[in-house]
């Protein structure tokens, strides 16, 4: 009866909708990498230039367009016309990355980065559980079986500015849909880094967040199958720090699965 007099709205179009779902309209414009080729190890998609984000469309709506350049830049290293089944990018081959496998829903770009930012900036908690279903709805089926959910940890500072950390949030919806234990405090991160994206090489950016995370019970890890959840993977510097300090304390093995990946 309540939802008739506020009907839920799409958190992007604000057409009208239903429980914690974007529209069937903006989830078209959602780039998904499902379909996508990918190194198996680490989830990185094969020769990806973004599509065109129907922006028209968007802007039928009546909304501000995004107006990011809906522009990625392709590595020729890693691009990969014929991929092979099975396939692992360079960084996999040259074994950089200490987690199993990595897997990510969608890339970083339109209406889901905007989303993402207003959840994570404009405090917007809300949104976390529409960016939430969108893993859930779409959860990669070649992950194994899981022990424990862990989130990326923020820092205290940042997490007082900002109120909440989105990875947990996004983290405990995951746990309690693979119906596995949530502990987001056994990590912690005990010094700020700078943001990934503002470090252009990627020595800079294992040296930036090295060291930046410890655990709190070592108990709690070992011989565990481990799901680290985060937002987005960037170079996966952060990820694989951590993933560093699990298998350090006898986890079993670290699994990862982020809302987006930005290639
Ligand atoms: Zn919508
Ligand atoms: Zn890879």
Redo the contacts with the bound molecule.
Sequence with gaps: MLDLVFPKL?P????I?FDEK??D??LKNISFIRDRSICLNCGVPFGYIARDIDTQGLAD?GHAVFQETEHTIVDASRVHLFPIPEHLCGRCVQDEYYFERARSIAFYDGILKEILHKFKYQRKLNLGGVLSNIIIDNFPNDLGMQDLVIPVPLYIDKLRKREYNQSLVLAEKVAKYLRVSFDPYVLRRIRDTKPQFEIKSDIEKRRNVKGAFILREIENIKGKSILLVDDVFTSGSTINECTRVLLEADASRVQVVTLMRAV
């Design positions: 799409c992007f179009c604000e057409s909708e974007i529209c309209r903006c709506l």
